[in-house]
Each structure stands twice: as structure tokens, then as C-alpha cells.
């Protein structure tokens, strides 16, 4: 997706500083907060659901159990 927003615009729509959107675009090194901020204005806030739907295991066995099916 490109939505030709520079590195300034970006910074005055998330409120995250530019050093940091620089510092993420080079090293890909950023808070989880900023990265929130960026994903809203992305609207990619919707991806997130899937990174954190995995499911919740109670023993280091129930996931070898679930590694072996």
C-alpha cells in the first residue's frame, strides 16, 4: 500500500517524533506505542488481532502435544 505520505507527514499525524520514524524505517526499531500510533493512521490496526490470536497454552506440554499433530 502506498499512500505517499512523507516521513514529516507522518510524524504531525501520529505524534511520533520524526527521529523515531526515521530510526524505524532504518532499523526497524520503534516503541509498541509509536507503532500503534503509525499502524491508526495506516488503518493496519487490524492486523494486530491476528499477531495476538494465537492460542493460550497452560503447560510447556500442551504445546509439544499440539506440535506433534
Do not use: N
Request: net charge positive; with cysteine.
Amino acid at each position: 500500500m502506498s499512500m505517499k505520505i512523507t516521513q514529516k507527514d507522518m510524524a504531525e499525524r501520529t505524534g511520533v517524533s520524526l527521529g523515531s520514524i526515521k530510526r524505524f524505517e532504518q532499523t526497524g526499531e520503534i516503541s509498541f506505542h509509536s507503532l500503534l500510533k503509525i499502524a491508526f493512521v495506516l488503518d493496519c490496526l487490524d492486523d494486530f488481532d491476528q499477531m495476538f490470536a494465537q492460542k493460550y497454552y497452560r503447560s510447556a506440554e500442551e504445546v509439544l502435544r499440539e506440535r506433534r499433530r
